[in-house]
């Protein structure tokens, strides 16, 4: 938990913080995950205030829809990768996105 508090402080100040910092209405942006670059390392999840993001076992036809050597990482990772079960949830802090280390994730307006 309390790694879980220095990631939030650390995203928080990072200067290319995009989104609206929170203000935005549910469901006008939602974050977008790569999962060619998704490392299913969970800072997401530990970062953000609403719940969006689960890690799970990627769904078999995403997994084939991926490259061959996007595969091969995704496997290395245990095929572990990043749902948006509750996207529209979203409030556009924009801590997802600094806080991933892969820069997988991006916050689109939906
Ligand atoms: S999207 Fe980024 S922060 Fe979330 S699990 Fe994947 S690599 Fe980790
Ligand atoms: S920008 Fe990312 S961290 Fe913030 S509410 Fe949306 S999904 Fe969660």
């Known amino acids: 938990m309390k790694d879980a508090a220095a990631k939030v402080k650390r995203a928080a100040a990072h200067p290319d913080r995009p989104g609206e910092k929170c203000q935005a209405p549910a469901a006008s942006w939602r974050p977008v995950v790569d999962r060619a670059r998704c490392e299913g390392k969970r800072d997401c999840v530990d970062v953000c205030p609403h719940k969006v993001f689960e890690v799970r076992t990627i769904d078999e036809a ?6 061959f050597f996007a595969r091969l990482k995704v496997r290395a990772h245990g095929k572990q990768t990043a ?3 509750n996207a529209d949830q979203c409030r556009a802090c924009g801590l997802c996105v600094v806080a991933c280390p ?9």
């Not at 995403?62 to 490259?67: E, I, K, M, N, V």
């Open 83 to 85: 749902y948006t079960p």
């Open 102 to 110: 892969e820069r997988a994730i991006t916050l689109v307006r939906s």
């Open 62 to 67: 995403d997994f084939a829809a991926l490259s």
